[in-house]
């Protein structure tokens, strides 16, 4: 069975910093690029980073270039969100995906297995 367990979100002060987690299970996920997303009530979902597998492309929403850093371990089949220098902006539910065809585009809707989402709310 195909899964994405996310963790790592929570409450943090204005500055402060939070890592999340995305734990896959039931395929490998070095082979297909990653991504991060976000998502508040009413709005649409929001590319955060993403990262291809074949190419090593990166990308980064302007929003979070220079505070945020998108990575992998394969050896523990789990992908990360490092969150620094976090604002009240900032304050989304966070999901991991992944896409299987390895694009290199940050698209929501190429992305076929998705996390549950995990609530990050930065206010002092």
């Known amino acids: 069975q195909v899964q994405l367990v996310e963790s790592g979100g929570g409450l943090v002060q204005p500055g402060g910093s939070l890592r999340l987690s995305c734990a896959a299970s039931?395929?490998?996920?070095?082979?297909?690029?990653i991504g991060w997303f976000r998502q508040a009530p009413g709005k649409e979902r929001e590319a955060v980073s993403c990262?291809?597998?074949?190419?090593?492309?990166?990308y980064y929403a302007d929003s979070v270039k220079g505070r945020f850093t998108i990575s992998r371990d394969n050896a523990k089949n789990t992908m990360y969100l490092q969150m620094n220098s976090l604002k009240p902006e900032d304050t989304d539910v966070y999901y991991c995906?992944?896409?299987?065809?390895?694009?290199?585009?940050?698209?929501?809707?190429?992305?076929?297995?998705w996390g549950q989402g995990t609530q990050v709310t930065v206010s002092s």
């Open positions: 039931g395929f490998t996920l070095d082979y297909y690029a």
């Open positions: 995906a992944t896409d299987l065809d390895d694009s290199s585009w940050c698209l929501a809707y190429e992305y076929d297995y």
């Open positions: 990262i291809s597998s074949s190419d090593g492309s990166t």
